[in-house]
């Protein structure tokens, strides 16, 4: 596994911002020299062990903040826009990226906006003949797209709305009963009557009569989830507005798609509330179906809330979570660890989470390996949602849920397996175009970054060999 020096400039600056101290006083406090401080917030020198704990004693950061957030999210995501073949043979070398990322995190921002832009012009305009016949045909970036890019580089962790839901569900010492009676009462309190009926929408609200109706045909922590949604919209409307002005979206629609997002959020937060679900996932040692049954959620519920226990100062075991429906394509992706999905398409066919749907009802582990040498702990299952009667289409999805091995400890999932043999470590990657496997078998198309050699005398797993 490859050991990096720690770089956290960008980091070091916002926390001096923050605490409205000037470079020497700074400097100072963490018992340094002026110049050396400017050095580490240029990330000319990386941030010493000493600078480290004077960071955690004299303030009492969490310091595993200076090694997470943007920068290696917005390493991957650049690494695949410039894998686009627009770029043909510019990629630039991966020190350049990380350093752009980590010393100019808004330009970086503004590049990748720039290559989504282009993306989805050049979408629109291979369908021109059709997008001319519309009266409301015109370019712009996907509004999904920005929204899912909101959350994303949010850690999926958004406080101000977790800690409400936290409040909502009454501290520590919750459980699904007490739950749902506070959120019905919530709606009483407005004259709100709550009804089930035989309907395919899941959630129906009529402002005139004050009726929410749940359909009657999904679970019932659909059902609640649902109704804590409901909640979130009529009784955090200001709290939502407010994340939303800060978010600053560019459209309408990603505005009304992120609060949509926003109370989904709060609802899942209301169902498993931050201290007391970080506290059973600790004793359960994350068993999913433990929690499942404790918290009143579905799995996927569970595995996706799992993912964004990064408060600060309060931080769970960093998960990535992603969803994929039968063609492979992302349909949610987050992640707290090193390993980043890709923006566009679909996910590496290695991953065990494609296998799920072969087995429905049953976990699936794997032992995995990126090409950057980090190894995980992957665990994947089925969730396919029946339409709830006869004839009612089935969506099928899957999960993936994941940590770095070093987490092994921690997960229920990990016991017997061989952590310590590195021939049990399966190969995967990100996306064929930026991974640098030169012998995967699944490879779709060739790496951008690397040469080829095409043999008309010799036929191999490929086609080709990577130089």
């Known amino acids: 596994m490859r050991n990096r020096k720690l770089y956290a400039g960008a980091k070091l600056r916002e926390m001096r911002t923050r605490l409205a101290l000037t470079q020497k006083d700074f400097a100072a406090k ?19 062990t000493t600078v ?25 995501d650049m690494r695949e826009a410039l894998a686009d073949p627009v770029f043909a043979d510019a990629m630039p070398p991966l020190a350049d990226l990380r350093l752009a990322a980590s010393n100019a995190p808004a330009l970086a921002r503004a590049f990748l906006e720039l290559h989504r832009s282009y993306r989805q012009s050049h979408e629109r305009l291979a369908s021109l003949d059709e997008a001319l016949g519309r009266e409301d045909a015109r370019i712009q970036a ?16 958004i406080d101000a709305v977790d800690r409400a839901a936290e409040r909502f569900a009454g501290g520590p010492a919750t459980g699904v009963e007490p739950v ?3 959120a019905l ?68 629609e990603a505005r009304a798609i992120a609060k ?12 498993m509330p931050y201290g007391a679900f970080l506290a059973a996932a600790q004793d359960h040692r994350h068993d999913l179906e433990r929690l499942s049954l404790e918290f009143g959620a579905s799995i996927e519920q569970v595995a996706h809330r799992l993912s964004t226990l990064q408060r600060p100062g309060a931080k769970g075991v960093p998960f990535f979570f992603a969803r994929v429906d039968q063609a492979g394509t992302i349909t949610k992706r987050h992640s707290a660890t090193r390993l980043q999905f890709a923006r566009f398409g679909g996910a590496c066919p290695l ?10 009802g049953r976990f699936l582990r794997q032992l995995a390996e990126t090409p950057d040498g980090v190894r995980y702990v992957n665990l994947a299952r089925d969730v396919s949602k029946p339409g709830g009667s006869w004839g009612a289409p089935v969506r099928r999805y899957a999960i993936a849920l994941g940590c770095e091995v070093r987490h092994a400890g ?57 130089g």
């Open 185 to 252: 009462a919530q709606l009483s309190d407005r004259g709100i009557e709550v009804q089930t009926a035989d309907m395919a929408p899941l959630r129906l609200y009529d402002p005139d009569s004050r009726v929410l109706r749940l359909s009657a045909r999904v679970p019932p922590e659909t059902q609640l989830f649902q109704m804590l949604l409901q909640v979130a919209l009529l009784r955090q409307d200001a709290l939502l507005e407010a994340t939303l002005d800060f978010a600053r979206f560019q459209s309408e």
């Open 142 to 157: 996907s509004p999904w797209d920005e929204v899912r890019d909101f959350f994303h580089y949010c850690d999926n962790y």
């Open 180 to 182: 749902r009676q506070a």
């Open 52 to 76: 480290v704990l004077a960071l955690a004693q004299e303030f009492g950061m969490d310091v595993t903040e200076l090694s997470s957030g943007d920068s290696e999210r917005m390493v991957s």
């Open 410 to 466: 921690s997960l229920v999932y990990a016991d017997n397996l061989d952590i310590d043999n590195a021939n049990a470590y399966e190969p995967i990657g990100i996306s064929c175009r930026i991974c640098e496997r030169r012998d995967c078998h699944q490879r779709s198309v060739p790496p951008l970054e690397r040469r080829l050699t095409v043999e008309a005398n010799e036929r191999g797993i490929l086609p080709y060999r990577v």
């Open 30 to 48: 963490l018992g340094v020299s002026l110049p050396y401080l400017n050095q580490m917030e240029n990330n000319n020198r990386p941030v010493s």
């Open 351 to 360: 991953w065990n989470v494609h296998r799920a749907f072969e087995t429905p």
């Open 260 to 271: 949509i997002g926003l109370a989904n959020y709060y609802a899942g937060a209301a169902m």
